[in-house]
């Protein structure tokens, strides 16, 4: 089995706070995925990082993959009530998607 | 608009009634995804379907749950049954390709499970 462990689980800071979402397994991807979903919508894709040790900016925030291809990071810098959301990992090299277990971030004014 | 499209947005059922929820995907997206999702948990991985290939089914949590996809497009999940613990957002999602290589997953805004 595929598992993609998240870590925090939940995250509550306020504003400006920096903050790091971690995503680890033990299986090799071939490439990762982050998503951010809202209340009352579907995830939205963030980024996807495929090279080892690739390091990706988005605005604020900035993803990592591990060398190995088992891990990733995601990092956001001054966060800001924007940020809040449920952050998902999904690993990509099976027959199928493999979803994280889930940060939910709280960022508050 | 062009993206994933599902129906009901929510649905009130009585236990022991059976429920349809539909997934139209993104015209040309040969990889459609059916997820479950508890209250504020992450995503559980329901069924796959890739092309012409049989569906990975390997998350149906019983024999209760059911999917088909009609002529590689629309796809509805069906629960037989329901129970109490089938309450949840059900959430589907359609990629352009799949397998080993899949692309980014656009998901719609799910349909939204109580069952009394």
């Known amino acids: 089995t595929q598992l993609l462990e998240q870590s925090p689980q939940f995250l509550s800071i306020q504003e400006g706070e920096n903050l790091t979402v971690y995503c680890n397994s033990s299986?090799?991807?071939?490439?990762l995925q982050w998503y951010r979903q809202e209340p009352g919508e579907g995830p939205v894709l963030l980024v996807t990082v495929v090279t080892g040790g690739e390091v990706k900016k988005l605005k604020r925030l900035t993803f990592q993959f591990g060398d190995a291809r088992k891990d990733s990071s995601l990092h956001i810098t001054a966060a800001q009530p924007g940020d809040t959301g449920l952050y998902l990992c999904a690993g990509s090299g099976f027959q199928k998607l493999v979803f994280g277990t889930g940060t939910r971030l709280l960022v508050s004014p | 608009g062009a993206g994933v499209s599902q129906s009901p947005s929510n649905k009130v059922t009585e236990k022991g009634k059976d429920v349809e929820l539909r997934c139209d995907p993104i015209s040309g997206h040969t990889a459609l995804y059916w997820y479950r999702q508890s209250l504020g948990q992450g995503l559980e991985f329901l069924i796959y379907f890739q092309g012409n290939s049989a569906p990975d089914k390997s998350g149906l949590p019983s024999d209760r749950f059911s999917a088909e996809r009609t002529g590689g497009s629309v796809s509805t999940l069906t629960i037989q049954r329901t129970q109490q613990e089938d309450s949840a957002v059900y959430l589907c999602?359609?990629?352009?390709?799949?397998?080993?290589?899949?692309?980014?997953?656009?998901f719609g805004e799910g349909s939204r499970l109580t069952v009394l």
């Open positions: 299986s090799v991807f071939s490439s």
């Open positions: 999602a359609s990629s352009l390709v799949g397998g080993r290589a899949t692309g980014e997953l656009f």
